[in-house]
């Protein structure tokens, strides 16, 4: 069974910084892309950041300058940099990884969440 487990959330003062881990473990055969996304109180979820298998990426407007994701292929891991927070950076950070098991159809795969709140 294919699961994503975060790590490195929690509460930081403004203009901080919180490093995001995301590691992918099972019985995985290859993850294409790998990112982050995030969900604050009443609003959707939006991305944040997305890396692919070969280390391209593409980030929200709202973080470009700030977060910087990266990604360890032999680690099955994604992380996310992030630095200069802001109290409207607070949110649920989930990662999410496009994963294909062994013997299976890949499938986009999400993680429990970690709560990022940034507060003086």
């Known amino acids: 069974q294919v699961q994503l487990v975060e790590s490195g959330g929690g509460l930081v003062q403004p203009g901080g910084s919180l490093r995001l881990s995301c590691a992918a473990s099972?019985?995985?055969?290859?993850?294409?892309?790998m990112g982050w996304y995030r969900q604050a109180p009443g609003k959707q979820r939006e991305l944040v950041a997305a890396?692919?298998?070969?280390?391209?990426?593409v980030a929200a407007d709202s973080v470009k300058g700030r977060f910087t994701i990266s990604r360890d292929n032999d680690k099955n891991t994604v992380y996310l940099q992030m630095n200069g927070l802001k109290p409207e950076d607070t949110a649920v950070y989930y990662c999410n990884a496009e994963i294909v098991p062994w013997g299976e159809a890949w499938g986009a795969y999400w993680g429990q969440g970690t709560q990022v709140t940034v507060s003086s």
């Open positions: 890396i692919t298998r070969s280390g391209s990426t």
């Open positions: 099972g019985r995985i055969f290859r993850i294409n892309g």
